[in-house]
């Protein structure tokens, strides 16, 4: 059964530091998202992206977050400067189409900031 | 999107169908209700959605009200592994790409 992956699953970082998080989505999936979950808090919605381009991000998303699509199979999360607050588990998630599709989820990318 | 309202937890012994209630009392005509859970910090697992008809798959059923205003998600044969937090999520049916999750229902299956 196809799956999303998400790489590295945990990731320790200094404060200030820039960190790259990696996901390859389901292949024939057109819509992807990132979402973090802070311990012992919901998951929280950041972006969506398709054709290429951002269709949905929360206030969350800000500028230090951005992300890219730089081939045909991965999907990235960049965190400029890294802040002790954006430690959490990241997932990444993607669906064939919007709204009435489900989203299936990565594992998580645990990320660490110290 | 409609505010839905859980109950923080339950629990339910192995073997027994497990309901799990939500209430979404503002819920509007264009809006589907959706079931994901999460098995400890995993990342979440899309179980069912439905419109207003009741729907059945391999993993639930989803029962919603005639007035839509709740419903109710049943794990006919709880195991162990069944053991998460599940949370019930409204989302409009056009453009809305985002999952608005709350802090769900952690629901404990017990041998």
């Known amino acids: 059964e196809p799956e999303v992956t998400q790489t590295p699953s945990h990731q320790v970082t200094q404060m200030g530091q820039e960190v790259i998080l990696r996901c390859v989505p389901i292949?024939?999936?057109?819509?992807f998202y990132w979402y973090r979950q802070i311990l012992g808090q919901k998951v929280e919605f950041l972006v969506s992206?398709?054709?290429?381009?951002?269709?949905?991000k929360s206030e969350i998303f800000d500028d230090q977050f951005s992300v890219e699509r730089p081939d045909g199979s991965n999907f990235t999360l960049k965190i400029r400067s890294t802040k002790l607050e954006d430690s959490a588990m990241y997932f990444c998630?993607?669906?064939?189409?919007?709204?009435?599709?489900?989203?299936?989820f990565g594992p998580g990318t645990r990320l660490t900031v110290t | 999107d409609a505010k839905t309202t859980q109950p923080p937890s339950m629990d339910c012994a192995e073997g027994r169908a497990a309901n799990l209630p939500c209430n979404h009392s503002?819920?509007?005509?264009?809006?589907?209700v959706y079931w994901y859970r999460q098995i400890h910090s995993q990342g979440p697992q899309y179980i069912i959605h439905?419109?207003?008809n009741n729907e059945t798959n391999e993993m639930a059923s989803l029962i919603i009200t005639e007035d839509r205003k709740s419903s109710t998600l049943i794990l006919p044969h709880a195991t162990l592994r069944d053991t998460a937090v599940y949370y019930c999520?409204?989302?409009?049916?056009?453009?809305?790409?985002?999952?608005?999750f709350g802090a769900g229902t952690t629901v404990t299956v017990r041998a």
């Open positions: 998630a993607s669906s064939a189409g919007q709204s009435s599709y489900e989203q299936y």
């Open positions: 292949s024939n999936h057109l819509y």
């Open positions: 992206f398709y054709n290429n381009e951002i269709s949905e």
């Open positions: 503002t819920i509007s005509g264009n809006e589907y």
């Open positions: 439905g419109l207003k």
């Open positions: 999520i409204v989302r409009v049916y056009s453009n809305d790409y985002k999952l608005s």
